[in-house]
């Protein structure tokens, strides 16, 4: 297989509090190659945005630091590059769109000024023909007008209209990446359906991979080849989009499918969800870290930590008893 | 979900079909400012000020100017070319005034582009101008000696001091003290205090800690004894260069560098909550470096607080110019301030002298509020954050 374009190698991500230490990325490697789509999912605070901070180095120093770890992209070392370098890849070669498209946009410029000024950062064109490609990015994203609409402050655009700007503003650059860090979160459902068709499609009319972090389910199902699931800073399972829905192998995964709302299946009963909350990413506990709230731990899930490996399933997972436990077979029991 | 794209109808690169006049920013500046009539009618007021003040020596005469009362006025080429740029530029703004509706303040700008063409055309010896005659000794007493404190009356509308100098000129050419002062302070304190507003706002631990304690050793200073102290030594260092010395210079370079510390410490409360803003991450994101963050997407985001700050400094600059020569610490007299004139009038006034206390005190709190107004109404009509409702 060729090179991926994205290795990520054991990153460790950890802010210092005054209550210690919080490992928010503890341990993650994955490999994402040219043109992938991956979704990375798992609940609040499990580690999904840091991780993408981190592969952009946006973590600051004083507050978080990336402790260990090597992120390979396109064949250089992220975190060896001198911040001038770091620069040219952000926004050049990793494009990242932000989960609130009310607040990514400077208030103080018009949409045109900023899409002009990324172009200009990272393409070595004149000003007018930066505004041109800027025009074409807009009609590209659907902006009705675009030339007009140019000059409009982001005030003037709605929820959805910002959020593709933000989109033809991380695509003008054609980056080989992009991050998207829960994009449609901040959108009405109406709109989260064509964000992100239109995203994945632009994604895929120019070969960018792209990574997905949220913790919609439905939005990971349609339009993800791979799916990483995080839990508590590390990966606890990866697979392919049929394999992880089809046959999870880890009860958080089950787990969290099991509490996803359907519109095709009658609830009689309460939603079912995951018991109980994440656990201290300080103080995470020993062995499994899901072992808390985990309806099959046994002696071992509390003693040892397990890794990610193969199943016989096809997918990566990180349960000491994955390959015991039948989850497909097994009924949810809908929680009090 | 749906496989259908947003709908490719809609997709169109003209400007063809879409319903509102697309409105520029100085359409929002301008239609703000008009509703802040106060701010409006202060910075016509300012522009009055100024305008005379620059203009001071061609409104009034010395003693001995033999051009004085009749006859051409001599101007330097300098100045005659600054006269007819004053006269074109105010005649084209009074011309888009009337054009956008704005009748007051056409009227004002109109003003002024026929007093300076005025000038203009009596400089050439065409016309004469009356001329307010700095002392009012064409006015001997019946003893032939020299009329002093002459009550307000027709040709001397603010009356004359105990040197028998005519209040309305000095008045005239006190402006020019305070305004250099306002403005040098102005200019002086944006750039000191938002220089280290922003550094020690963007960059936490040793930069900000030391900027902001060096900030605080400047705000702790005592302000009026220091000025005092420092305005009394400036006159004697040689190694100043002569401006500094004497006039308003020296005072308004002393007060820009004690004064700048309240902006620093806005400038890097505001800095400290935008540099969080997300759409500074994304500028990160998008390869942006620290100085263009700084400058480009956290600087404009502030400027609303720094333009208001300054121009409260300016207006307090102004009054502590007035408080050093009231106090005989500032400018020396027989240079004209409002201060020192408030200070003679002061003298004088208890024996019911009352005109140059009042005329001095008036124009300097009429410019300090007109100054204040213009903050008010200048940080409304800049934010581009607020929204403005169509009438």
């Given at each position: 297989?060729?090179?991926?374009?994205?290795?990520?190698?054991?990153?460790?991500?950890?802010?210092?509090?005054?209550?210690?230490?919080?490992?928010?990325?503890?341990?993650?490697?994955?490999?994402?190659?040219?043109?992938?789509?991956?979704?990375?999912?798992?609940?609040?605070?499990?580690?999904?945005?840091?991780?993408?901070?981190?592969?952009?180095?946006?973590?600051?120093?004083?507050?978080?630091?990336?402790?260990?770890?090597?992120?390979?992209?396109?064949?250089?070392?992220?975190?060896?590059?001198?911040?001038?370098?770091?620069?040219?890849?952000?926004g050049?070669?990793?494009a990242m769109i932000f989960q609130d498209p009310m607040t990514a946009l400077n208030p103080v410029y018009t949409i045109g000024d900023q899409l002009i000024e990324t172009i200009l950062l990272h393409q070595?064109v004149s000003k007018t023909e930066a505004r041109e490609i800027a025009i074409q990015q807009l009609a590209d994203v659907h902006i009705p007008y675009a030339k007009a609409r140019m000059e409009d402050y982001p005030h003037q655009f709605s929820g959805g209209m910002r959020q593709r700007v933000m989109i033809a503003m991380g695509l003008s650059c054609d980056p080989?990446?992009l991050?998207a860090?829960?994009p449609t979160t901040a959108l009405d459902v109406t709109t989260q359906a064509q964000i992100m068709h239109l995203m994945l499609e632009l994604a895929e009319e120019r070969?960018t991979?792209v990574?997905?972090?949220?913790?919609?389910?439905?939005v990971?199902?349609g339009f993800?080849?791979?799916?990483?699931?995080?839990?508590?800073?590390?990966?606890?399972?990866?697979?392919?989009?049929?394999?992880?829905?089809?046959?999870?192998?880890?009860?958080?995964?089950?787990?969290?499918?099991?509490?996803?709302?359907?519109?095709?299946?009658?609830?009689?009963?309460?939603?079912?969800?995951?018991?109980?909350?994440?656990?201290?990413?300080?103080?995470?506990?020993?062995?499994?870290?899901?072992?808390?709230?985990?309806?099959?731990?046994?002696?071992?899930?509390?003693?040892?930590?397990?890794?990610?490996?193969?199943?016989?399933?096809?997918?990566?997972?990180?349960?000491?008893?994955?390959?015991?436990?039948?989850?497909?077979?097994?009924?949810?029991?809908?929680?009090? | 979900m749906t496989d259908r794209g947003p709908s490719d109808e809609l997709v169109l690169d003209s400007a063809e079909g879409i319903s509102a006049e697309p409105i520029t920013q100085w359409d929002l500046f301008v239609t703000r400012l008009r509703r802040?009539?106060?701010?409006?009618?202060?910075?016509?007021?300012?522009?009055?000020?100024?305008?005379?003040?620059?203009?001071?020596?061609?409104?009034?005469?010395?003693?001995?100017?033999?051009?004085?009362?009749?006859?051409?006025?001599?101007?330097?080429?300098?100045?005659?070319?600054?006269?007819?740029?004053?006269?074109?530029?105010?005649?084209?703004?009074?011309y888009r005034s009337f054009r956008s509706n704005l009748?007051?303040?056409?009227?004002?700008?109109?003003?002024?582009?026929?007093?300076?063409?005025?000038?203009?055309?009596?400089?050439?010896?065409?016309?004469?101008?009356?001329?307010?005659?700095?002392?009012?000794?064409?006015?001997?007493?019946?003893?032939?000696?020299?009329?002093?404190?002459?009550?307000?009356?027709?040709?001397?509308?603010?009356?004359?001091?105990?040197?028998?100098?005519?209040?309305?000129?000095?008045?005239?050419?006190?402006?020019?003290?305070?305004?250099?002062?306002?403005?040098?302070?102005?200019?002086?304190?944006?750039?000191?205090?938002?220089?280290?507003?922003?550094?020690?706002?963007?960059?936490?631990?040793?930069?900000?800690?030391?900027?902001?304690?060096?900030?605080?050793?400047?705000?702790?200073?005592?302000?009026?004894?220091?000025?005092?102290?420092?305005?009394?030594?400036?006159?004697?260092?040689?190694?100043?260069?002569?401006?500094?010395?004497?006039?308003?210079?020296?005072?308004?370079?002393?007060?820009?560098?004690?004064?700048?510390?309240?902006?620093?410490?806005?400038?890097?409360?505001?800095?400290?909550?935008?540099?969080?803003?997300e759409f500074?991450?994304a500028a990160?994101?998008a390869?942006?470096?620290?100085?263009?963050?700084?400058?480009r997407h956290?600087?404009p985001n502030?400027?609303?607080?720094?333009?208001?700050?300054?121009?409260?400094?300016?207006?307090?600059?102004?009054?502590?110019?007035?408080?050093?020569?009231?106090?005989?610490?500032?400018?020396?007299?027989?240079?004209?301030?409002?201060?020192?004139?408030?200070?003679?009038?002061?003298?004088?006034?208890?024996?019911?002298?009352?005109?140059?206390?009042?005329?001095?005190?008036?124009?300097?709190?009429?410019?300090?509020?007109?100054?204040?107004?213009?903050?008010?109404?200048?940080?409304d009509a800049l934010d581009p954050t607020q929204t403005i409702e169509r009438k």
């Open positions: 297989m060729a090179e991926p374009l994205l290795d990520v190698q054991d990153i460790r991500t950890y802010f210092s509090t005054e209550e210690g230490v919080v490992k928010a990325v503890d341990g993650v490697s994955f490999k994402v190659n040219a043109g992938e789509r991956r979704g990375v999912v798992g609940e609040s605070g499990c580690g999904k945005s840091v991780t993408a901070m981190s592969i952009m180095r946006l973590i600051e120093p004083p507050a978080g630091e990336i402790v260990t770890g090597s992120i390979i992209f396109d064949g250089r070392d992220l975190l060896e590059l001198p911040e001038s370098e770091m620069q040219r890849v952000r050049g070669e990793i070595k080989k990446l991050i860090d829960e070969n991979a990574l997905l972090i949220t913790h919609d389910l439905g990971v199902a993800c080849d791979t799916i990483q699931v995080m839990y508590a800073g590390s990966i606890i399972e990866r697979g392919t989009a049929a394999e992880i829905f089809n046959n999870p192998q880890h009860p958080y995964t089950w787990g969290l499918l099991g509490s996803m709302t359907r519109l095709d299946e009658v609830h009689r009963d309460r939603l079912n969800s995951v018991r109980g909350a994440p656990p201290s990413l300080i103080n995470p506990p020993k062995g499994c870290r899901f072992a808390p709230r985990c309806d099959f731990a046994q002696d071992i899930c509390r003693e040892a930590l397990p890794i990610l490996r193969q199943s016989p399933e096809g997918q990566r997972v990180a349960c000491h008893r994955a390959d015991e436990l039948d989850l497909k077979s097994i009924v949810m029991e809908p929680s009090a | 802040h009539r106060l701010a409006t009618i202060a910075f016509l007021y300012m522009l009055f000020i100024a305008y005379v003040a620059m203009m001071a020596p061609l409104f009034t005469c010395e003693k001995n100017d033999t051009f004085c009362g009749s006859g051409p006025i001599e101007m330097s080429a300098i100045t005659t070319g600054l006269m007819v740029v004053i006269a074109v530029g105010a005649g084209y703004l009074a009748r007051g303040a056409g009227v004002a700008i109109a003003f002024v582009a026929i007093v300076s063409a005025l000038f203009l055309v009596s400089s050439w010896g065409w016309i004469d101008l009356p001329h307010i005659n700095h002392y009012a000794d064409q006015l001997p007493g019946d003893d032939g000696r020299l009329l002093i404190r002459i009550e307000p009356r027709g040709s001397i509308p603010m009356g004359t001091d105990d040197l028998g100098r005519d209040v309305l000129a000095r008045v005239i050419h006190g402006g020019r003290a305070s305004l250099a002062v306002g403005i040098v302070v102005g200019g002086l304190v944006a750039l000191l205090g938002t220089v280290v507003g922003s550094l020690a706002g963007y960059y936490p631990g040793v930069v900000d800690q030391s900027l902001m304690r060096f900030t605080d050793l400047i705000l702790g200073l005592p302000l009026l004894p220091v000025a005092i102290v420092v305005g009394r030594v400036l006159p004697e260092l040689r190694i100043l260069p002569g401006f500094l010395k004497q006039g308003a210079w020296g005072i308004a370079v002393l007060l820009g560098a004690l004064l700048w510390g309240g902006l620093a410490r806005i400038v890097r409360a505001e800095f400290l909550s935008l540099r969080e803003k500074v991450e990160r994101a390869g942006a470096n620290d100085r263009r963050i700084i400058f956290i600087l502030a400027i609303s607080p720094i333009i208001v700050q300054t121009t409260l400094i300016v207006g307090t600059a102004i009054i502590i110019e007035a408080a050093l020569s009231f106090l005989g610490f500032g400018v020396r007299p027989p240079i004209p301030t409002w201060g020192g004139m408030a200070s003679g009038g002061a003298a004088i006034a208890p024996r019911g002298d009352w005109w140059e206390l009042v005329f001095s005190a008036g124009a300097l709190i009429s410019t300090v509020l007109a100054i204040n107004f213009m903050g008010d109404g200048l940080r």
